[in-house]
Nanobody
Framework: QVQLMESGGGSVQAGGSLKLSCAAS????????MGWFRQAPGKEREGVAR???????NYADSVKGRFTISRDNAKNTLYLQMSSLKPEDTAIYYC???????????????????WGQGTQVTVSS
């Protein structure tokens, strides 16, 4: 049974940093396309970053140069390092997985089959 559990959210001032973690169980994250999504109040869930089994990464334009997605296969854990945070980054952040090695054409939330419960990130100005 695939399970994902996020941690590391919190409150931070603009310009600060946070590192989110997503512990996976029931499968090896190295063989799946993994992604981070976020959902702000009143808005649709949107993709933030994805990492394929070959470590190829993709980022939303809004976070390029500020966020880094990575994984530790030995710990079976996905990460999202967030720097230079802005108030508009405030949202619930979710990790997600799809049992495909490539993330090609996997952009929308509906493309991912497994989800964590989410962790709140709040950035104050």
């Amino acid at each position: 049974q695939v399970q994902l559990m996020e941690s590391g959210g919190g409150s931070v001032q603009a310009g600060g940093s946070l590192k989110l973690s997503c512990a996976a169980s029931g499968y090896a994250i190295s063989t799946y396309c993994m992604g981070w999504f976020r959902q702000a109040p009143g808005k649709e869930r949107e993709g933030v970053a994805r990492i394929a089994s070959d470590s190829n990464t993709n980022y939303a334009d809004s976070v390029k140069g500020r966020f880094t997605i990575s994984r530790d296969n030995a710990k079976n854990t996905l990460y999202l390092q967030m720097s230079s945070l802005k108030p508009e980054d405030t949202a619930i952040y979710y990790c997600a997985a799809r049992n495909l090695q490539s993330c090609l054409r996997l952009r929308d939330p509906a493309d991912f089959h497994y989800w964590g419960q989410g962790t709140q990130v709040t950035v104050s100005s």
